[in-house]
C-alpha cells in the first residue's frame, strides 16, 4: 500500500513557475515509477511526466522544455518543476505511484487526492 500527498499548487500568471512535490510513504517497491497527471474539467486525464527510480523520465509533448519532473529516493519524494507556464496548464495535478512502467494515465495503482493549479493569462 502507498499513500501519495502532494503539494504546491497555486495561482500564477501565464508564464510563471510553480513547483509541485509528491510525498510517499509506504510500500517502496510500489513506488518504481512516479510521477504525475492532470485532468482540467471536462477533458481527458493527461499523463504529464513519469520517473523511474533509477531517473528515466518521460514527458507529454504538451510540456517537454517546460515541465522537470525529478525524485528524490532517500525521501521517496517526487517533484514537478512546472516553468513558462499557460492557461492550458490549468487543471488538478495528481501524483501517481505504481511497480509497473510504461503506463497510462489511468492505469496507475496508486494516486493521490492532487492539487489545484490555475494559470490566469
Known amino acids: 500500500q502507498v499513500h501519495l500527498v502532494e503539494s504546491g499548487g497555486g495561482l500564477v500568471q501565464a508564464g510563471g513557475s510553480l513547483s509541485l512535490s509528491c510525498a510517499a510513504s509506504?510500500?517502496?517497491?510500489?513506488?518504481?515509477?512516479m510521477g504525475w497527471y492532470r485532468q482540467a474539467p471536462g477533458k481527458q486525464r493527461e499523463l504529464v511526466a513519469t520517473?523511474?527510480?533509477?531517473?528515466?523520465?518521460t514527458y507529454a509533448d504538451s510540456v517537454k522544455g517546460r515541465f522537470t519532473i525529478s525524485r528524490d529516493n532517500a525521501k521517496n519524494t517526487a517533484y514537478l518543476q512546472m516553468n513558462s507556464l499557460k492557461p492550458e496548464d490549468t487543471a488538478v495535478y495528481h501524483c501517481?505511484?505504481?511497480?509497473?512502467?510504461?503506463?497510462?494515465?489511468?492505469?496507475?495503482?496508486?494516486w493521490g487526492q492532487g492539487t489545484q493549479v490555475t494559470v490566469a493569462a
Open positions: 501517481a505511484a505504481d511497480n509497473r512502467i510504461s503506463l497510462t494515465a489511468y492505469e496507475f495503482h496508486y
Open positions: 520517473i523511474t527510480r533509477g531517473g528515466t523520465t
Open positions: 509506504g510500500s517502496i517497491f510500489s513506488t518504481r515509477v
